[in-house]
């Protein structure tokens, strides 16, 4: 199979014509790593391949939804037991996982062919891909420019076209942020509605959840369906969708009323954001729906810190375990790793308890929110997808850190605030899609616009629980307004 004729499909389609005997999974496969090896020297998105591992089970009798269709994994969580699985760590590399993901199980009885691991930085803590132990992974559209992180190197590699779909989790944005920086498809589904086991209950109380990055709406929909259902060793069952998502695609979304807010906190939008959600306000309008500009329903200034502040403990508590897992000293980690992990370290159980107690605060100001509004609708980043680079901690910091860390100052580095603003600096670039793993609702990116200099900036959509549906309704009713497929970054 051609790279052109690969590359016009989406796994939807794939797995329809190797059903049918048109094309073979292994002739897909073999689609799918000729496109990796003439790409990823350039925009580093796989870290690890298992090609021979992958044909052999191309090789064999597939069945499930999405038989044959390639796939890669994020290299954070996504777990092959006895597999390398490194978190984007330096101190993980070569220690194999003692069991497999549940999700990778459902995946792979679903029939999808995994081939490989994506790019991700340290334990997914940044908004962009540029872990020391792998280097930095990079847009397609611009390789000057972060594909976003944490799952920036399954954005790029599908926005390149090496996959259709690929593996991805949110815990800030992580789906939605580099779906957003690759013009590609996003959603973040609810709390609880997809299985973290079996060595977690949930990840991040529930802020965290696995699931796809991809080009078409359906291969998303298809590759949640497969992972929705009863988990016996979860902390709780979520109420499972009316109905299978792709099912949703084809029904109507009705006239919505959205509200839309360019608010943030850390900063002024670029106005490509702000161009961004206009073009699409306007096309919803277009479109039939009631749509108006609306004041941000949460304190966006309070919800940034009891972000930060419960990210830097969850850090804390990754670091602490894989120094236990591999008995690897704390200078295997990243400097910024290693300050943020210091000031999580200092708070106090019944500090962090309050932080978790905030965060139903949000969660009620957004359910006030959806009693009148059916989303809302906010820029997924702001601005452009920023350069390789541009994020690195500035050198004299770097050194104030290491100093800090040897005379174990981390209660004056949380004090100062010095970490905080280094982090915030972070988040100043995507401080919309946080909202919505803190009150666990379901949100998507959708690719509507593009820069004048040819980056994509993607628009979010953020449901009330339970409003998986309804986002994938209109996400296929904005895919057929504008096919953003077609686009391809001029690799």
Not at 59 to 86: I, R
Not at 111 to 120: A, C, E, I, P, S
Not at 168 to 195: E, H, N, Q, T
Not at 452 to 466: S, T
């Amino acid at each position: 199979m051609e790279y052109s004729e690969y590359r016009k499909h989406d796994g939807v389609a794939l797995a329809e014509r190797i059903r049918s005997g048109e094309v073979s999974a292994g002739e897909v496969l073999e689609a799918a790593i000729a496109r990796a090896e003439v790409v990823n020297d350039r925009i580093n998105a796989l870290t690890r391949t298992c090609y021979d591992e992958a044909r052999k089970q191309a090789a064999e009798e597939l069945s499930g939804p999405l038989a044959g269709v390639p796939f890669l994994l994020k290299d954070l969580h996504q777990e092959y037991a006895g597999a390398f699985s490194t978190a984007g760590s330096q101190a993980l590399q070569g220690v194999p996982a003692p069991e497999t993901a549940e999700v990778v199980r459902r995946w792979t009885e679903a029939g999808l062919v995994v081939f490989g691991r994506t790019n991700t930085p340290e334990f997914g803590a940044k908004p962009i891909t540029e872990p020391l132990v792998s280097g930095a992974a990079r847009n397609p559209w611009n390789l000057a420019h972060t594909p976003g992180g944490s799952s920036g190197g399954a954005a790029a590699a599908v926005a390149s076209g090496i996959v259709p779909v690929a593996g991805a989790s949110d815990g800030g944005g992580s789906i939605r942020i580099p779906a957003a920086c690759c013009g590609l498809f996003g959603l973040k589904p609810g709390r609880g509605l997809v299985p973290a086991g079996p060595e977690r209950a949930e990840n991040f109380h529930g802020a965290s959840l696995d699931g796809v990055i991809s080009r078409s709406v359906r291969d998303s929909a298809a590759a949640l369906d497969v992972l929705i259902g009863p988990d016996p060793e979860g902390p709780y069952q979520a109420g499972v969708p009316e109905r299978e998502f792709t099912q949703e695609l084809s029904r109507e979304p009705g006239t919505l009323r959205i509200g839309f807010s360019a608010e943030s906190a850390l900063g002024d939008p670029h106005p490509h954001a702000v161009a961004a959600l206009t073009d699409a306000a306007e096309l919803l309008e277009s479109l039939g729906h009631e749509v108006e500009e609306v004041s941000s329903p949460v304190d966006l200034a309070a919800l940034a810190v009891d972000f930060l502040e419960a990210w830097s403990v969850k850090l804390a508590s990754a670091m602490n375990e894989a120094i236990r897992r591999t008995g690897a000293s704390e200078s295997s980690f990243e400097l910024d790793t290693r300050l943020l992990a210091a000031v999580g370290r200092t708070f106090s159980g019944p500090e962090y308890s309050a932080v978790l107690d905030r965060w139903h605060g949000h969660t009620r100001r957004l359910a006030e929110f959806h009693r009148q509004y059916d989303l809302l609708l906010t820029p997924s980043l702001a601005g452009p997808p920023v350069r390789i680079g541009e994020l690195e901690t500035p050198g004299l910091l770097q050194e104030a850190g290491k100093l800090a860390l040897r005379l174990r100052l981390a209660p004056v580095l949380r004090a100062t605030g010095v970490v905080d603003r280094v982090a915030r600096d972070n988040l100043r670039h995507v401080p919309y899609t946080q909202l919505a793993n803190i009150t666990g609702r379901p949100a998507m990116s959708v690719p509507l616009y593009w820069d004048p200099e040819g980056l994509p900036l993607g628009v979010q959509f953020v449901a009330p629980l339970g409003g998986e549906g309804m986002l994938f309704r209109l996400a296929a009713q904005l895919e057929q307004a504008r096919a953003w497929a077609d686009h391809e970054p001029p690799l």
